[in-house]
């Protein structure tokens, strides 16, 4: 009863992400205490204008990147950053020494390429921004509905490389094998029936630093819009998956 009574709960506030998001507004997600410590402004990727990207610029003030379900970079063969410097370390000698092997928080980082939309001029500003990460969510969405025949090919004409926008590979199985915000936002708009692909960004804080979680909350209390912790988005990922 418990175990239903709390999805009930948590299916509530996924469809109330769910509204919000549609309309172009943010969401957020705390991972955790023991993790990065930090909250991550969220938008659906196909929502996203220069409103929103002002927002994460001003607002959030991290790095602006957009995640990558599986099936999408799988199917693009997208491959992480590390594996493309490891193999460029064996001409560039420098890229040996600064393999990204002692993260604090992870075993692998979740970045791949950075792109701009091929229609952006320097691809920085917030408009020009706006146009990769809408266009890459119009893009991941066509790729799941197999509405693209030849992906890689399509993926070139639509984006240069390198870019403005971070590409974020959500881990396969997304929850059950990592828990950062890459994939507790994929996981979302998963499971809220949405284009997995979002636009997510760090709040930080005046220091410099994370911005306090009581801080967040106050912005959220204020915007009208849910704050998940990744302890929330766990636990009804379970309950799906059991059930499914």
Request: hydrophobic content about 35%; charged content about 30%; aromatic content about 6%.
């Amino acid at each position: 009863m418990r175990t239903q009574q709390s999805k009930e709960v948590h299916d509530g506030k996924i469809e109330w992400a769910k509204e919000r998001l549609e309309r172009g507004h943010p969401i957020f997600i705390y991972d955790s205490d023991e993790r990065e410590g930090e909250a991550d402004m969220v938008f659906l990727s196909q929502a996203v204008g220069k409103e929103q990207v002002r927002l994460m610029r001003g607002e959030a003030g991290g790095l602006i990147c957009v995640t990558l379900p599986p099936g999408a970079w799988k199917a693009l063969e997208l491959p992480f950053m590390t594996d493309i410097l490891k193999e460029a370390s064996s001409i560039f000698k420098l890229l040996k020494y600064t393999e990204a092997d002692d993260i604090p928080y992870d075993e692998r980082s979740s970045f791949s390429l950075t792109v701009n939309h091929r229609k952006t001029f320097t691809g920085i500003t917030d408009t020009d921004r706006a146009l990769t990460i809408r266009e890459l969510g119009r893009f991941v969405e066509a790729l799941l509905h197999r509405a693209i025949l030849e992906p890689k090919e399509r993926f070139g004409e639509l984006f240069r490389s390198p870019g403005h926008v971070h590409l974020l590979n959500a881990r396969e199985g997304l929850l059950d094998n990592r828990r950062g915000h890459t994939e507790y936002s994929t996981a979302l708009l998963q499971m809220a029936g949405l284009t997995p692909s979002a636009a997510i960004c760090e709040m930080l804080g005046e220091g410099g630093g994370a911005r306090p979680l009581e801080e967040v909350k106050e912005i959220a209390e204020e915007l009208d819009t849910p704050l998940f912790t990744g302890d929330e988005l766990l636990t009804v990922w379970r309950i799906e998956n059991e059930e499914g």
